[in-house]
């Protein structure tokens, strides 16, 4: 046994080396083994496979060890319970992990598809984002008038933060006779902004750049004096957050960081994180001389020529700085990389995992089919039909799966809605799930054995009467 695991190792080894450099590239890492210098890990994998080799063959050993020579030679040994009970458990406990692993990557899978296709309740297509950090005030707003001239140019909207992205401003805001302040998100965007992403307006009016009353001024941040007054943007969350409907939240003054403003509006709640994190309650407002993000929405068809154009108007006003710009679909993709990732690792996992299973499977009903060669004739001469027998065999490597699933399931369970968790939108975790990875695993379980259990069934009786 010990030999047999060691000589396991060495082609385990020569299978690692082969399927590094694509398990790099599906991990994005740079993953590799040196026999040499890595002489702790040579020594742990040997003494792993030594004592994999001293456990698997401690127990046949021990058996062969203790056998009655008169009991062996009348072929009652093969009848000791305690055997088939180790069988059992050991193709129980096979199956039990691949049982799991199938539900985990259904689940992954579904939740990954959930999340990349639910409604963000703002349009992400056809939207290129532009990162600015050396465009501000004038130079800025005439960028966006650049980009605006273009027929490959649908809408250009500017933020300070854009969706699927980092970072974060808070605001305090009192609503008038209530003691407390609440904080809220504080996004700065232009009034075009909402047009560009197609966010819904619920109630009231969106900002407008020709209103003086719904400009801030960056040099006074503190919102006093100059920006005493001044119109802001909710969303509905943050409507809710103060006391408010998105109607009456509609006209309402409120003390944002301890200056008076009104809120003119309030937009839909859009999902810019994505299925993981909740709609945060949000304050917009207006800063026109302050750096934002430029948001770009370009008409299908038209993209090549009209990114040219971007980057050609870009070097126009900024000569000296490279542009930086990706879609946003390309930032979507990015947040469920690491689940699909894991997903597919699952199915993976899985695939190996059926595989060891159905062997020890297979193993179990061979030696079944033997130990029982002459029950199967005495039936059959009693006038069993194939059909029976078949019956009684299948239910026979049934039990140890059906056990494996009574084990699977709440273990499953437990580990899926802890991850699940980790998303403000989720998917349910229906029994489907536990029912289909069961009963895949069943139909497996007696594809791999039909033929021989089959062949079994249809023994003739005086050979099987004469096998010993």
């Not at 063959?57 to 000791?80: D, F, I, K, M, T």
């Not at 947040?335 to 159905?358: H, N, P, T, W």
């Not at 009574?406 to 437990?414: G, K």
Request: charged share 15%; with cysteine.
């Amino acid at each position: 046994a010990v030999f047999l695991a060691l000589l396991s190792l060495a082609v385990a080894a020569a299978a690692v080396e082969m399927l590094l450099p694509p398990f790099n590239g599906f991990l994005h890492q740079s993953i590799a083994l040196n026999y040499v210098s890595d002489w702790r890990l040579d020594l742990m994998l040997v003494g792993v496979a030594m004592g994999a080799g001293l456990v698997s063959g401690l127990y046949p050993a021990l058996v062969l060890s203790r056998l009655r020579p008169r009991a062996a030679l009348q072929g009652e040994a093969a009848s000791a319970g305690g055997r088939v009970a180790l069988r059992d458990v050991l193709v129980l406990m096979q199956f039990a992990v691949s049982i799991g692993l199938g539900i985990a990557a259904m689940v992954v899978f579904r939740q990954v598809d959930y999340a990349r296709n639910m409604d963000l309740r703002f349009r992400r297509d056809n939207i290129v984002v532009i990162r600015n950090g050396d465009l501000a005030g004038k130079k800025e707003e005439a960028f966006a008038q650049a980009l605006r001239a273009n027929a490959g140019v649908s809408d250009v909207g500017m933020s300070e933060f854009v969706p699927f992205g980092s970072g974060r401003n808070i605001a305090a805001v009192q609503v008038p006779g209530q003691p407390s302040q609440l904080i809220l998100n504080l996004v700065s965007i232009d009034p075009d902004y909402a047009r560009t992403y197609g966010i819904a307006l619920v109630s009231g009016r969106l900002l407008s750049a020709s209103r003086g009353d719904d400009r801030f001024s960056v040099n006074d941040a503190q919102l006093k004096g100059a920006n005493r007054d001044r119109n802001v943007l909710l969303n509905v969350a943050g409507a809710l957050r103060l006391g408010f409907t998105p109607q009456q939240a509609v006209g309402r003054t409120i003390l944002f960081n301890g200056a008076r403003v009104h809120v003119v509006g309030v937009l839909a709640d859009a999902k810019t994180e994505g299925a993981r994190a909740p709609v945060l309650p949000t304050l917009y407002t207006y800063y026109p001389g302050y750096p934002m993000s430029i948001s770009v929405r370009v008409r299908p068809g038209r993209i090549p020529q009209t990114l040219a154009f971007i980057d050609r108007t870009w070097h126009a006003f900024a000569p000296t700085v490279a542009i930086q710009r990706s879609f946003l679909s390309a930032r979507f993709a990015r947040l469920y990389r690491s689940d699909e990732r894991q997903g597919k690792m699952f199915a993976v996992f899985v695939a190996i995992a059926i595989l060891i299973a159905c062997l020890g499977l297979y193993g179990l009903v061979v030696f079944t089919a033997e130990r029982r060669t002459k029950e199967v004739a005495i039936r059959k001469i009693s006038g069993a039909r194939t059909l029976d027998i078949l019956k009684i065999m299948l239910w026979r490597i049934s039990v140890p799966v059906l056990l494996a699933n009574a084990i699977a399931w709440p273990l499953s369970y437990y580990y899926l809605e802890r991850w699940l968790q980790g998303f403000a939108d989720h998917i349910w975790l229906n029994p489907a799930y536990f029912l289909g990875g069961g009963a895949i695993a069943m139909l497996i379980a007696w594809a791999t054995v039909f033929v021989h259990t089959l062949r079994l069934a249809r023994t003739g009786p005086v050979h099987a009467l004469r096998y010993e």
